[in-house]
């Protein structure tokens, strides 16, 4: 496969996971833009709970576009702990979210609905193990 092929591959599949969400969101055509931003702002939330053993085996995943988003501004050092509950990490997305006025609720529901149809049922198990309960209600709901 030429070096050309698989970044179309990597762009087409990143492509797929944006259109997904446009239609989770239930956005326009043209709202790719709004889509992304949401899809980080929930990816970024996910990520910022999570052990850093566990951001990484996620991350590898993740298509190589959309990995990059998800790494983007990440410190080892963070402090998955300090978001406790749903609304620290619905918080957390209204923040990543500003300005947009999208719900952060629908939006995290939307990234978790995504990463379960793409991700392997063995790292969705691994991510829900190391949540508090309220926190992996979210993901056993879809």
């Keep these: 496969m030429s070096e050309h092929s698989v970044l ?17 969101l239930d956005l326009p055509p043209d709202d ?19 052990p850093a053993s566990e951001v ?14 998800y790494y983007d501004g990440w410190r080892l050092a963070q402090d998955a702990t300090r978001m406790k509950n749903r609304s620290d990490v619905l918080e957390h997305v209204r923040h990543e ?23 392997s049922a063995g790292e969705i198990d691994n991510v829900v193990a190391t949540l508090p309960k309220a926190l992996a209600a979210l993901w056993r709901a879809h």
């Design 97 to 119: 979210l500003d300005p947009d006025p999208l719900s952060a609720t629908d939006v995290l529901a939307a990234v978790i609905e995504l990463v379960h149809e793409h991700v």
């Design 56 to 69: 990484v085996h996620l991350g590898a995943q993740l298509p190589v576009l959309i990995r990059g988003v």
């Design 32 to 50: 790719a833009g709004r889509a992304l931003h949401a899809l980080r702002a929930g990816l970024h939330a996910i990520r910022d709970r999570l």
């Design 8 to 24: 179309e591959a990597t762009i087409a599949t990143s492509r797929m996971w944006l259109h997904q969400m446009m239609e989770k």
